[in-house]
């Protein structure tokens, strides 16, 4: 997986998480929950989540983001 930079601004950081290729896909992507915060803070990731349908998991440190609008059943 690439690595984004640090220092882009918080719209260009979210917007190339879902123009990544498995995100256009309705796919799904992953992203450190330590820069979501830092970058772009997790109020405004909920936001976008809503305004696009889209669902999100945490597992760790890692938040997993589904890309399409199906419904998220979690396994054992």
């Not at 123009?19 to 992953?30: E, S």
Request: hydrophobic share 40%; with cysteine.
């Amino acid at each position: 997986m690439n690595t984004m930079p640090h220092h882009l601004p918080p719209d260009l950081w979210m917007q190339r998480i879902f123009d990544a290729k498995a995100a256009r896909q309705g796919q799904v992507v992953r992203r450190s929950l330590r820069d979501l915060e830092r970058v772009v803070g997790r109020a405004a990731f909920e936001q976008e989540l809503r305004r696009r349908g889209y669902h999100a998991v945490l597992n760790g440190d890692q938040v997993v983001i589904f890309c399409n609008n199906d419904p998220v059943r979690i396994w054992l």
